[in-house]
């Protein structure tokens, strides 16, 4: 293949129908950092796990409409977790792309950003650009409560920043070729499990959402060195895994029953069965709550 043909194809590679828009693609995928020491756990460092999404649009106003879109399903996110009093959208710098972006800022005394709330509108601004938009960008209201949080999310309009770069385009209903309007989105997944653990714990120990827990059920065999109650829990585990639960089975022999409780607090799974000469086959269910 010569160089002219080649560059063709790979031209032709790019150019969309406006059929084929509206779309979008994500990823989840392991990515690194060039951090010169990693610190603050999961929070920050050097590999982390990553949600991304790109959005593909006609013109601005598609672009803008799924936006919104993307908008209401990170608060929906947000409020699955337990999170939804805690994260605030929070008006940011928008680089080369746009005058402003979007961060989702989780309130922390261990955060790493400063943020300004709007408490009228439940929005923030990040202080990288408070010096320059000293108000709320919703209301302009200047009475702001300065906080420390940190982020779990952002989004923002590409616009056609890059589209126009690597001359991306689709060719529109009068057979014109157009460039491409687009949308990033991410949700740093280690970095939100990090502010769970900030969050949803005593000092002591850990309480994971239902949602995010490692397993569904926490299924404590008490007595083990006792072949009847041993064989009620295996009896157990067994229906409740028919029964497509996740179950973490601690069935370790000559194991005090403090020590497993302390162990269990420590992973933090918040639906507890406990099996023992006690309760016989029937297990004690304890579910075990922490609120913000």
């Avoid at 502010?195 to 005593?202: C, I, Y």
Wanted: proline share 2%; with cysteine.
């Amino acid at each position: 293949m010569n160089k002219s043909s080649g560059k063709k194809c790979r031209q032709q590679a790019y150019i969309l129908s406006y059929h084929d828009l509206p779309r979008a693609v994500y990823q989840i995928q392991t990515k690194f950092r060039n951090e010169a020491r990693s610190k603050s756990g999961l929070l920050r460092g050097r590999e982390f796990l990553m949600k991304d999404m790109y959005s593909f649009h006609s013109d601005e106003a598609d672009l803008d409409q799924y936006y919104a879109k993307v908008e209401k399903a990170y608060e929906k996110i947000w409020n699955r977790l337990g999170l939804g009093d805690k994260t605030l959208k929070t008006y940011a710098s928008g680089g080369a792309f746009s005058k402003f972006s979007h961060e989702y800022q989780t309130l922390s005394e261990n955060g790493e950003d400063i943020i300004f709330i709007c408490e009228k509108c439940n929005v923030a601004v990040n202080k990288e650009i408070f010096g320059e938009q000293n108000a709320c960008l919703q209301c302009g209201n200047k009475d702001l409560l300065e906080k420390k949080a940190i982020e779990v999310g952002n989004i923002f309009k590409l616009k056609t920043r890059f589209s126009e770069s690597f001359q991306f385009t689709y060719v529109d209903k009068g057979q014109s070729k157009k460039s491409v309007y687009m949308g990033c989105y991410g949700i740093g997944i280690s970095r939100l499990m990090g502010v769970l653990v900030e969050l949803f714990n005593d000092g002591k120990a850990i309480y994971w959402p239902k949602e995010v827990a490692p397993f569904d059920i926490h299924l404590i065999g008490l007595n083990q060195e006792d072949d009847a109650v041993r064989g009620n829990a295996s009896a157990l585990y067994k229906k409740l895994r028919a029964e497509g639960k996740s179950v973490l089975f601690d069935d370790r022999v000559n194991i005090s029953a403090g020590e497993k409780f302390a162990d269990a607090d420590l992973i933090g799974i918040p639906t507890r069965l406990i099996i023992s000469k006690r309760t016989g086959p029937e297990p004690e269910r304890k579910e075990i709550k922490f609120s913000l």
